[in-house]
């Protein structure tokens, strides 16, 4: 009962599967088609005859950066919340809660006036910059920063480790859960990104995949085992990323474990 | 290897004086133990050496050299912490010349180093191997030798042996006792554990409450405590103390004791010499160690016993004697304290005159405390807000830049008439926003979105709650983690791509969605080609998209639900129904409320499915007839195919400020509805 319902929620993706690798004109039968024929002709088309490869490299460049970046500033502000006493630390802790209550549709018009003034308009730093500082990465490693036992630090200290040395060869690597969940949460956002690139972007050359995968939505609707190939070309390293890893993004996003305690 | 001497320390943490002003002096290569209990101030004045906390006042010299404001590594010292602080990701090796890589040390001398250290301690054979495979034993050498390879000045040890097991530390205390012998480095060892001070200590300082009680050798210590406190401490069981008072009669002096005043002892010359001039106004404490008891009759000795009748037996010699008659008190081996039954109150500078060895104090010079207490502080701070602010910068800038500048500027143009290809920007008070009232296309947007919102919120929330109660129970065969993924799936993949799949499920000649509805006899719908369908369509996505999120945090919120009260319902004969409505649902409350707020924030602002599966080729840009015309695709167009950028900073303001408030409804609305544990 339970994987039947389950299963239910995983059929228009295994779908997507069925029409890229199906007959030409499996689409457009009826009954419709359930078995899928991995004929790879279409994907090997889109991704040769095409700018395709472009737009996954764009994707895969963008996300790349996003998430080192995200890991850097997220390590480095979550060990300032958690080990050095500031003025402003409290400050800034409300800060980041307020960017969480943001509501991102509503700042979409003065981002794009923002980013227009910094010349930042259709570059890849546009995609990449403004979600390189992550609220719950830096949460995240805050919390997991706080459980390092104090005299790790202090011995560092005593050692002449410099704060930087410390972060990165010690206090990091402690925290490895949580450099995973940050990677995984940004992974996803960033390679599904939309709606960002489809207002700051109009040049084809930056494009990333989900962006052109909408254009392309528009120019080849006829063309559905094709449309179906790119779909499946965008879907695909999601997939098996989360195939590899479900029960850690299924935590992360849970904020703990699911199973019960006493 | 140094002497380490103190003058005049204090520590204060805010109003609370955590060290009374010490003055002592560690010789060179001296195993020097500090004692006393929990929150004696031992640890901190280790820390003080260490320097991990700088001094409110005072100077602390190493040789001749005032270090007190050296941070840390430049003091040439090493420490040993109570959980050895060995860094668990690295093998010992590494752990071992971390410091030294810190320090630049060249990479042959660093191997070098750590070779002789590890073979010095005998764990050669452990320096590829992590910590997590070594024993208690080991890891306590490894911290040895992770504070050896940095050729210490001095030797810092902080409760060192707690950690390990009776036998272990027994076996341990020998061996750092013997390695100090070998290596002369002056030590400084901390413990609350009187036995280790007594078998490893050349001199020991007892401290409580943030005071020096005595400094002496072990011997010193146990012979002639100088205060209550000392006596007490040390041996096991510990000194028997009786108060009273002295009376002197025809040159001797008498002893009354305060329970039995009326019976008073002679004190015999070797004792009452000990006694201080003005012993007859004061209380006077006589304390004696329980294994100086011995039943009586002894010869050679001099004794006194009381006993609970107040008879009194007396002997001489140098051996004890005495009777133990249930709770008597017998007093051995003449040994009399003086000092003021509250320590502390003791006159200034009481503590300075309980040294054995005490320090010689230039009283010449002049008290420069409060200087170096003023900039200790702030340099300490100054450190620490540089550092705080240089690590959050990078985040933080990005927060101000793209965040929380736009959300300042979005309530300045929504009130001016700008544009994207003017320099100038005019005022227009609230001209944006009547202007927005008089477009039928805002109202529209505004209805779909609130029909939108209002459809799926309660449908997600109902279904996510279904779905995480049929969810909940343990591991099946496929188990629950399997399906959980699954259900979860949906929401991690790209709303573009799927949208695809989507539009052909919505195709009103070939699509899966027709071929459902023709198989339940109902008959065909337009879907996305429709007025009426479009939006639902949307909605069906919708939920498909995202019920798998709330699932999840509602299993979350299953699970933080104790077994205990489950069983205890069941215990009761509650079944299904009943154990929902009055366990699970109040206990829920708070994670329902999350839920639904998130929900509405996140409909409220949906834009990609509505743009994929409606905006595009389907039926002009919002569906048939604006029929999925929400706001965030409004502000969308307005702004980036009209380039109306007041207009839809006005609409974006008006958004802000519905969020928001239906946030702090629905806050205001749980903080008296919803049960929170």
């Not at chain 1, 003025?87 to 800060?95: M, R, S």
């Not at chain 2, 609130?450 to 309660?458: H, K, T």
Request: glycine share 6%; hydrophobic share 50%; net charge positive.
């Amino acid at each position: 009962m339970r994987l039947a319902v389950a299963l239910l929620f995983i059929i228009p993706v295994y779908w997507i599967l069925v029409l890229a690798t199906g007959y030409h004109g499996a689409v457009y039968h009826l009954p419709p088609v359930w078995v899928p024929l991995f004929h790879w002709a279409p994907m090997v088309y889109v991704l040769t005859h095409t700018h395709w490869m472009r737009y996954v490299l764009n994707s895969v460049g963008i996300t790349t950066a996003t998430i080192v970046l995200v890991v850097a500033t997220s390590a480095l502000a979550g060990y300032a919340l958690a080990e050095i006493p500031f003025k402003g630390q409290t400050a800034y802790f409300f800060l980041i809660l307020g960017v969480m209550m943001l509501p991102q549709q509503a700042l979409l018009v003065p981002q794009y006036v923002v980013l227009f003034h910094l010349h930042m308009l259709n570059t890849y730093a546009a995609m990449v910059v403004p979600f390189a500082a992550s609220t719950s990465g830096i949460f995240l490693f805050r919390q997991f920063f706080k459980k390092i036992p104090v005299s790790f630090g202090e011995i560092a200290r005593i050692e002449g480790v410099s704060t930087l040395t410390y972060i990165r060869r010690v206090a990091v690597p402690l925290a490895k859960p949580a450099v995973a969940t940050t990677v995984l949460l940004t992974f996803i956002a960033s390679w599904n990104q939309f709606q960002w690139p489809l207002i700051m972007t109009n040049s084809p050359q930056i494009q990333p995949i989900e962006l052109a995968l909408s254009h392309y939505m528009q120019a080849y609707e006829a063309n559905w085992r094709e449309l179906a190939s790119a779909a499946l070309i965008a879907l695909s390293p999601i997939l098996l990323v989360f195939g590899f890893t479900q029960r850690y993004i299924v935590q992360a996003v849970a904020g703990g474990d699911l199973n019960a305690k006493d | 290897m140094a002497r380490v001497t103190f003058r005049r320390v204090m520590k204060t943490f805010g109003s609370h004086d955590v060290l009374s002003p010490l003055s002592f002096e560690v010789a060179d290569g001296e195993f020097f133990v500090i004692v006393g209990p929990s929150g004696s101030g031992k640890s901190t004045t280790l820390r003080l050496v260490a320097g991990l906390e700088r001094p409110s006042q005072g100077e602390i010299y190493f040789d001749t050299e005032r270090v007190d404001q050296w941070p840390p590594h430049t003091r040439d010292v090493g420490m040993v912490f109570q959980n050895y602080a060995i860094y668990p990701h690295m093998s010992v090796f590494s752990n071992m010349s971390f410091g030294l890589e810190a320090q630049r040390t060249p990479k042959h001398t660093i191997a070098q180093r750590v070779q002789q250290v590890a073979a010095l301690l005998e764990i050669e054979q452990l320096l590829p191997k992590r910590p997590g495979e070594l024993s208690g034993g080991q890891k306590q050498r490894v911290a040895l030798g992770r504070a050896l390879v940095r050729n210490p000045r001095v030797f810092l040890m902080d409760e060192p042996l707690s950690n390990l097991d009776a036998q272990l530390r027994d076996h341990m205390r020998t061996e750092i006792r013997l390695l100090h012998d070998r290596l002369k480095i002056t030590t400084i060892y901390v413990t609350h554990d009187q036995t280790e001070a007594m078998t490893m200590a050349d001199r020991i300082m007892v401290m409580d409450q943030g005071r020096i009680q005595q400094i002496g050798t072990p011997a010193e210590i146990y012979a002639h405590p100088s205060t209550i406190f000392v006596a007490k401490f040390f041996g096991s069981p510990s000194m028997n103390i009786v108060s009273g008072r002295i009376a002197v009669d025809k040159n001797v002096a008498w002893f009354h004791p305060a329970h039995s005043p009326e019976t008073p002892i002679p004190l015999p010359t070797s004792v009452s010499t000990l006694l201080p001039e003005d012993s007859t106004s004061h209380t006077i404490y006589m304390g004696f160690r329980p294994e100086d008891i011995v039943p009586k009759p002894l010869a050679n000795a001099f004794a006194f016993a009381f006993l609970p009748t107040g008879e009194l037996s007396t002997s001489s010699g140098d051996a004890t004697v005495g009777a133990m008659v249930r709770d008597s008190l017998v007093c051995g081996r003449g040994w009399l304290a003086h000092h003021c039954s509250r320590p502390r109150r003791c006159p200034p500078g009481g503590p300075d005159t309980m040294m054995s060895r005490p320090v010689s104090i230039d009283s010449s010079q002049p008290d420069s405390r409060p200087k170096s207490h003023s900039r200790s502080v702030t340099r300490q701070q100054l450190r620490d807000t540089v550092w705080g602010y240089g690590l959050i910068l990078p985040s933080l800038l990005v927060f101000l830049i793209f965040f929380y500048g736009p959300a300042l500027f979005l309530a300045y143009i929504a009130f001016f008439h700008w544009s994207i290809f003017a320099s100038q920007s005019t005022f227009v008070g609230l001209k944006n926003f009547t202007t927005l009232l008089h477009q039928p296309i805002f109202w529209q947007s505004l209805l779909n979105t609130a029909y939108y919102v209002v459809a799926v919120v309660p449908a997600t929330t109902l279904l996510a709650l279904a779905l995480a109660l049929l969810l909940r129970e343990g591991m099946g065969r496929f188990g629950g983690g399997f399906s959980r993924a699954l259900i979860f799936l949906p929401h991690v993949t790209p709303v573009v791509a799927t949208s695809i799949i989507w539009v052909w499920i919505f195709n009103p000649q070939f699509g899966l969605a027709n071929v459902v509805l023709h198989f339940f006899h109902v008959p065909p719908s337009n879907w996305l080609e429709s007025v009426h369908w479009a939006l639902p369509s949307v909605m069906i996505y919708t939920l498909w998209h995202s019920v798998g999120l709330y699932t999840i945090l509602f299993l979350a919120g299953l699970a933080s639900i104790p077994r205990s009260v489950l069983e205890a319902a069941a215990t009761d004969g509650a079944r299904g129904w009943r154990v929902f409505k009055r366990i699970l649902w109040p206990l829920l409350g708070p994670i329902t409320f999350f839920v639904i707020v998130l929900a509405t924030i996140n409909t409220m602002q949906t834009f990609s499915q509505v743009y994929t599966l409606t905006g595009g080729p389907h039926g002009g840009a919002g569906g048939p007839a604006f029929s999925t015309t929400t706001d965030s695709l409004l502000i969308y167009q307005t702004a980036f195919l009209y380039l109306h950028f007041s207009l839809a900073s006005a609409m974006s303001l008006i958004l802000f400020v519905l969020i928001l408030g239906l946030t702090l409804i629905q806050k205001w609305f749980a903080d008296r509805f919803v049960f929170y544990r």
